[in-house]
């Protein structure tokens, strides 16, 4: 049995030095190639989201109080989509003085976004035109309604490649 005369452990310090460092310096790579955006759940940025985030839910409840929201698009598809939505009060009710405004949009990419205003109301369904999508998949169909003196947020995801699929 031979007697290793510890020239092995500098070498073996260095090159896992080497690599944790390599495996840094590749996070940092991918990371930075990764498209990141800011949030945009209420249509507004992360930091204005996060400090409004109390008057956001307490005007929520006061609108889920007196309306209703419905999302009654009939699936989502790449040529010819339009978004429509049903507002009504508790006593189902059509509310015909809401303001509604639209934002499509690809999750965490803001290439392709859509701004939708200026619905046209008739039997008690605000739709908006018919809007073209360039690219198959998931889509944020975010929607800031207003009645009044209050308002709401309401966001669906919807896909083009599933018309049965969406998600509140």
């Known amino acids: ?3 290793s005369n510890g020239k092995i452990w500098p070498y073996a310090i260095g090159t896992s030095i080497v690599l944790v ?3 840094c310096v590749a996070t940092i790579v991918v990371a ?20 409004k985030a109390n008057e956001l839910i307490k005007a929520r409840i006061a609108f889920d109080k007196k309306y209703t929201i419905s999302y009654a698009t009939d699936g989502l598809r790449l040529d010819g989509s339009v978004i429509k939505y049903k507002v009504s009060d508790l006593n189902s009710q059509d509310i015909d003085n809401a303001k509604i405004e639209v934002v499509v949009t690809r999750p965490n990419n803001h290439k392709y976004d859509q701004n939708l205003n200026s619905p046209t109301y008739e039997n008690g369904v605000y739709s ?18 207003s009645v009044g003196d209050l308002q709401r947020y309401y966001n669906i995801k919807a896909d083009t490649r599933d018309k049965e699929v969406s998600e509140y």
Not at 128 to 139: A, C, D, T
């Open 32 to 51: 930075n190639k990764l498209p990141v955006e800011k949030s945009d759940t209420y249509m507004m940025g992360y930091h204005e989201a996060d400090a």
């Open 21 to 23: 460092f390599g495996a």
């Open 1 to 3: 049995m031979s007697k």
């Open 128 to 145: 908006f035109s018919s809007i073209k999508l360039p690219v198959e998949g998931r889509w944020d169909i975010m929607a800031k309604v």
